[in-house]
């Protein structure tokens, strides 16, 4: 009888059948750092705009070709309506329709500044900074012209009403205080959700949810509402995961939730689910996604580029991404 050498074929691994998600660098710095951009949002067919935390009068315009790279340099954005030191660390950006017209809303993140000197020793609680301390409705123009009003003092209401923070919102973002990384819109709630990336609250993480009694009404606490915050229930993970994103996808009917490291020290990977907007917080995970390690991803949405569905992710470290709607690593 003949020996037969029997050779198996390994089938392809995950890494191999669903390649991480490497970012495209903008190529561009605003300064001698990358862009820092957080939120994205679609605006129209190729164009997209995301919101850099360390510029606070302005969004950025990015554009793309019909195969998804940049189809030129960056464009810088303007806000008029805010006046000079009235407004600090914007992360997160929302587009609402309403009466035929479109209306950005930005949140700063809500969080406590360190302190230069801690009071004491063990000490982690900063001190409030009201630049830090608002949302903006921003109205689009014709002319691509971006008009903003501020409400500003809303950070006391927001603890007032969110009795779950408990006492994080007394420290600062990396001892577990109260930091507000992304913002979507639910049309149904008529709710602006915020996407808590610290405090996590018995490792789930928390939105927040403000309901517009009337979305072109008064911008002050005459007009919005707190509904029961959602606990999303993610998956188990090893370290704490916080929300870093959150769009509405109208293509999906669910909402985009990117999750990612609590904190600076922590590793925990970025990882994106969706979410139907119920209250029992019930999601469901994309586990073909899977980023490079180093990639920062603070906003992911849904648009048309040349006509052509696509997600599109943006980088903290100055880069961005497209994954079609056809890719398996989204079926």
């Given at each position: 009888m003949t020996n037969q050498l029997v050779t198996k074929v390994k089938s392809p691994d995950k890494a191999a059948r669903h390649p991480r998600i490497k970012p495209i660098e903008f190529g561009e710095r605003p300064g001698p750092e990358p862009y820092n951009a957080s939120e994205i949002i679609a605006i129209d067919d190729s164009r997209f705009v995301f919101c850099d935390n360390n510029i606070s009068n302005a969004l950025f315009e990015l554009r793309l070709q019909p195969d998804g790279s940049m189809a030129g340099p960056l464009i810088k954005r303007p806000i008029d309506g805010i006046e000079a030191g009235t407004v600090d660390d914007l992360e997160g950006l929302a587009l609402v329709q309403s009466d035929g017209k479109e209306l950005i809303f930005a949140n700063a993140s809500f969080s406590l500044k360190q302190r230069k000197k801690p009071r004491r020793k063990r000490s982690n609680r900063g001190k409030e900074f009201a630049p830090r301390n608002c949302l903006l409705r921003i109205s689009c123009r014709n002319d691509d012209r971006m008009v903003a009003e501020v409400f500003s003092g809303l950070r006391e209401w927001l603890v007032e009403n969110s009795p779950l923070l408990g006492k994080f919102p007394?420290?600062?973002?990396?001892?577990?205080?109260?930091?507000?990384?992304?913002?979507?819109?639910?049309?149904?709630?008529?709710?602006?959700?915020?996407g808590v990336r610290t405090p996590v609250i018995d490792r789930k993480p928390v939105v927040l949810r403000i309901r517009l009694k009337k979305v072109n009404g008064p911008w002050d606490l005459s007009n919005v509402e707190m509904l029961p915050p959602v606990a999303l229930a993610i998956k188990t993970s090893s370290e704490e995961q916080g929300i870093r994103s959150i769009e509405f996808d109208a293509f999906r009917n669910v909402l985009l939730v990117v999750v990612g490291n609590s904190t600076s020290a922590s590793e925990a990977p970025f990882e994106l689910y969706s979410w139907d907007g119920s209250?029992?917080?019930?999601?469901?995970?994309?586990?073909?996604?899977?980023?490079?390690?180093?990639?920062?991803?603070?906003?992911?949405?849904?648009?048309?580029?040349?006509?052509?569905?696509?997600?599109?992710?943006?980088?903290d470290a100055g880069g961005y991404q497209v994954v079609w709607d056809d890719d398996p690593r989204l079926l």
């Open positions: 007394r420290y600062i973002p990396d001892d577990g205080g109260l930091n507000i990384e992304a913002m979507g819109w639910s049309p149904t709630d008529q709710a602006l959700l915020l209250p029992d917080g019930k999601v469901q995970h994309f586990d073909r996604i899977r980023f490079k390690r180093g990639m920062k991803v603070e906003g992911v949405t849904h648009g048309w580029i040349n006509g052509r569905g696509a997600l599109v992710f943006v980088d």
